[in-house]
């Protein structure tokens, strides 16, 4: 018995540098924050914003990179480098920009401690970035588990409420209870085909003919598969931890959940269906159809009825997954032509999209958090007119007006199904989005027309301080830009279409 | 005597069949109890259950790649049992013996 050698696989530094800002970064955020007493609370929040744009920075030097020598696959077939991972890479270091902004000011109004807020949105952006880019059902499973078990923590960290709290607990619970199921259907998908690679999957179903026994382990595997990512991204009809969870976690924390952990779960979605099982388009397709015509129909007409402003907007992020699985159904149909850049684009609007208006509502909300019903709107546009206004820019994209990026959007997953064909499911999501439009209509009339009642004037003044104004300011300039001018972004999702598989 | 000891032999079969039992069981687990403590161990079994197909489908295959996947789920399922004790335990510190029904405030 020689000594046996181990083969470590070549690492790509450069295409994994991102990460390794971001963890870096994370840890010295920590030990800042073990060393020091009293800590600067603006401080961390730049410390952040600056690594999220240092990451931004090199993953445009990366997508300049596979401009010239192509995607390719890195570290023994474990991460998938190609432009759909640094769209979404951009996106999300571009959301925890955002969401690190408004989140300082609203640590010290609430008065909460906190650089680990700070550390857990790094740290679930990391996972966020590890299941975009996974070529591995293994680490888009590990990827999974570091943006969930981030998100859980966040969600019960406003201490004080104990809405917080439960928020946590049952994202938690049901959370864990989605993993299992994932992870069960990865086992199965191995068991039928002896890999985990998603590439590798791919090849194995494109050349191997199945007897009976092994397809139903596959078909099972799959069930499970979709089960455990409707789940995460919250689709009809696994969405009914959405509103709970939406509405307990701290406001900037549903702002980053809406944002990243959509933006990864659909990722990880489209790569499975593209990579692994596109010759199994019969059998997913008929089940994502379903899925996307409940939550459409579903998430909207739900959301009307809602008096809370943040399950409305909730029920409305349900709608919205609804209509980013109209995207990958079309993909079912014809392969990834059309849906594929129809969908990322999507996430990416509606990133920015959630995280503008939920800005705004941690701002109505208040002192303490609470006030996020319906009547906290109240005479907003005379209180706050700009931010009134950027508010209603934000509400006619998600209701899909045209010259918003909302439009965009919504018409880019309707055009991919009319495409193909799928004239039932595109002429519901429009039906759908007509009531929606009912919702977004709903507090737009609280805010400017609304009479002020007795009490109005007795409530806290709303402050706009200043990192949450760049946010909102941004947001909306972002939504107006590409609905105005969508032409760059279509081409950046189009470039992703050329997958490492 | 002979062929019932033969039909008798665990094959990889059995450890997945117990492996789907033990799996439906965490999961009729999490949907009927009501204490959070007992519902996130029926999580864990939903994850052991997983753990236990995996090393049978990784010997049917002979492929050691599903026994070392084992490990990166048992470190992930210390990770989730650090976080949630840590949730349950702020949750049961305001509220003693609270069960998930008491915890719920938020509904619509």
Known sequence: MGAQTINYPAIDWLAIAPLIILLSGMMINLVIAALTRVWPRAWYAIGTVVLAVAAIIVEMFIWHDIN???????????????????????????????????????????????????????????GAMIMTASNDMIVLFLGLETLSIALYVLAASHRRRPDSQESGLKYFILGGFASAFFLYGIALIYGSTGTTNISGIGNVLSTEVFVNGDDAMLLAGIALLIVGLA???????????????????????????????????????????????????????PVIWVLAILSVVVGSVLAVVQTDVKRMLAYSSISHAGFMMIGIESIGHSGDVEGLPATLLYLMIYSVLVIGTFTVVSLVTRTGDDGSDIGSFRGLGKERPALALAMTVFLLAQAGMPLTSGFIAKFGVIQAAAANESYAIAIVAMVASVIAALLYLRIMISMWLSDEESGDDKREAIKVPFSAGIVVAGAAFFTLLVGVWPGWLIDAAQAALQLAK | MSALVAAATPTTTWYLVLAAVLFGIGTVGVLVRRNPLVMFMCIELMLNAVNLSFVALAKRLGDIGGQTTVFFVMVVAAAEVVVGLGIIVSIMRKRPGANVDDISALKG
Request: net charge negative; with cysteine.
């Open chain 1, 231 to 285: 789940f995460k991204v919250a689709v009809v009809p696994f969405h009914f931890w959405t509103p709970d969870v939406y509405q307990g976690a701290p406001t900037p924390v549903t702002s980053y959940m809406a944002s990243v952990g959509k933006f990864a779960a659909f990722a990880a979605l489209l790569r499975v269906v593209t990579t692994a099982l596109p010759t199994r388009a019969e059998d997913w397709r």
């Open chain 1, 68 to 126: 010239q020598d192509g995607s390719r696959i890195i570290i023994n077939n474990a991460l998938s480098i190609d432009h759909f991972a640094m769209f979404c890479w951009i996106g999300i270091a571009g959301a925890l920009a955002l969401v690190s902004l408004s989140t300082a000011e609203y640590l010290r109004r609430e008065d909460l401690e906190g650089p680990e807020m700070y550390a857990l949105y790094i740290c679930a952006a990391i």
